[in-house]
């Protein structure tokens, strides 16, 4: 099957090349919009990789590509040296963030249903822009974006997931220079993962985060964010 890989691939121009490559950044498949803004292809340069059979467009809609041609371009991108470029990753991390914290008032709304299941089929997608994020210092992304995974996270039963995401992107801020937008998005980090330690009964670890959290809290100078980090071990 690399064989065959190789060569489709080689018979790509070298923009259609530079979409596929891209297009393998998405995990779990993407929407129209989503490609086009994140691969910055056109249309029709979609619908050709879709006529090659290199991706493939369901009823729903959205375009996939096979697990194992993700991987066989992943590679070919390494080889050249692009496959760690910033800006298709950046964009892609800008664009979940920025979109799932739009979901936040929809928990709340009778839309609850239809955004649960829109988070779900991205959720894939969210953990690497989530990851990244973390990784680079998108400190006001992850703050606007984390109400929104943490109702999700909570109303999908996911708790262990989101304590290991939430925890894991806690040690890389941690680590990052001090800044009043760094400090927030600790805060707001810290809460939600008191959140989902105390949802699954740890209420050990989630009582040793109290302090850290409140103090945290405090230091925002947002009611809000201080209030909710008293409100989870009410």
């Not at 996270?153 to 997931?161: Q, T």
Request: proline share 2%.
């Amino acid at each position: 099957i690399q064989a065959v890989f190789e060569a489709s691939w080689q018979l790509l121009t070298p923009a259609e090349q530079r979409v596929l490559g891209r297009a393998a950044i998405f995990q779990g498949g993407f929407t129209r919009q989503a490609g086009l803004q994140i691969t910055e292809a056109t249309l029709g340069e979609l619908s050709g990789l879709v006529a090659r059979i290199l991706l493939r467009r369901t009823s729903a809609g959205r375009y996939m590509m096979h697990e194992l041609l993700r991987q066989f371009v992943t590679a070919k991108l390494e080889q050249s040296g692009e496959g760690q470029a910033n800006a298709p990753r950046e964009r892609h991390s800008h664009y979940y963030l920025d979109w799932v914290a739009k979901q936040t008032a929809a928990f709340f709304s009778a839309e609850l249903p239809h955004v649960l299941t829109a988070l779900r089929s991205e959720l894939a997608n969210l953990r690497v822009a989530w990851h990244w994020g973390a990784q680079h210092q998108q400190h006001e992304r992850l703050a606007e974006s984390v109400d929104a995974l943490t109702e999700f996270y909570e109303a999908s039963g996911l708790l262990g997931e989101a304590e290991l995401l939430f925890g894991e992107a806690l040690q890389a801020i941690r680590g990052q220079a001090a800044t009043p937008e760094q400090t927030i998005c600790e805060a707001k980090l810290t809460v939600a993962l008191m959140r989902m330690l105390y949802g699954q009964g740890k209420l050990t670890a989630a009582e040793e985060l109290f302090n850290c959290a409140h103090t945290l809290a405090k230091a925002t100078l947002d009611p809000q964010i201080e209030f909710r980090s008293v409100r989870t071990l009410l």
